[in-house]
Each structure stands twice: as structure tokens, then as C-alpha cells.
Nanobody, 124 residues
Framework: QVQLVESGGGLVQAGGSLRLSCAAS????????MGWFRQGPAKEREFVAS????????YYADSVKGRFTISRDNAKKTVYLQMNSLKPDDTAVYYC?????????????????WGQGTQVTVSS
């Protein structure tokens, strides 16, 4: 069982940066693939980024590639999402998710554990 708590959201102007954090409970965090997803107003939940348990592989949605960076610290049981050059279209609730194993998924239905979400609002 894994519990996830996101933090770091807020209001930022276009072009600004935010770093989201997701703190996990449980003893086997390093065995989980981690992902970030987002859900904007009147939109479906969409993939943002994901990372292998060893940090050896990362994947990004085309819309955030080159602007966002996912990373993890297994000793701290935390995954991060550094978001730079933010755009109004990035406005959404951002969710952290976990799935046991070494396959890195980009589909939300593959993830078993979810945080409560953190709001990111980018003003123009």
C-alpha cells in the first residue's frame, strides 16, 4: 500500500516556474514506477511525465517536453516535477501516481495509487 501527498502547486505568471513534490509512504517506494498526470477544467486526465524506479528512464508528454523535468529521490521517498516556462494551458490539477513494478506506463488506468492533487494556475 502506498499513500501519496502532493505539494508545491500555486499561482504563477506565464513564463514562470514551479516545482511539485509528491511524498510517498510505504517501505518499498523504490519498487514503484511513478507518474505525474493533470486534469484541466472540463478535460480528461492526461499524462504528463513518468519515471522508472531507478530513474534510468523518463517519459514526457509532447506538450511538456523540454519544459518539465521529472525526478525522484528514493531515499526521501519523493518524486518531483520541475515545471519551467509555464503556459496558461498548463493550468490544471496535478496528480502524482504510483504503480508497482519496473514498466513505465503513460496510461492513467495502469496506475494503482493516486494522490489528492495540487492546483497549478498559470495566468497570462
Amino acid at each position: 500500500q502506498v499513500q501519496l501527498v502532493e505539494s508545491g502547486g500555486g499561482l504563477v505568471q506565464a513564463g514562470g516556474s514551479l516545482r511539485l513534490s509528491c511524498a510517498a509512504s510505504g517501505r518499498t517506494f523504490s519498487s514503484y514506477t511513478m507518474g505525474w498526470f493533470r486534469q484541466g477544467p472540463a478535460k480528461e486526465r492526461e499524462f504528463v511525465a513518468s519515471i522508472h524506479w531507478s530513474s534510468s528512464s523518463t517519459y514526457y508528454a509532447d506538450s511538456v517536453k523540454g519544459r518539465f523535468t521529472i525526478s525522484r529521490d528514493n531515499a526521501k521517498k519523493t518524486v518531483y516535477l520541475q515545471m519551467n516556462s509555464l503556459k496558461p494551458d498548463d493550468t490544471a490539477v496535478y496528480y502524482c501516481a504510483a504503480v508497482y513494478g519496473r514498466v513505465v506506463f503513460t496510461t492513467p488506468t495502469r496506475y494503482d495509487y493516486w494522490g489528492q492533487g495540487t492546483q497549478v494556475t498559470v495566468s497570462s
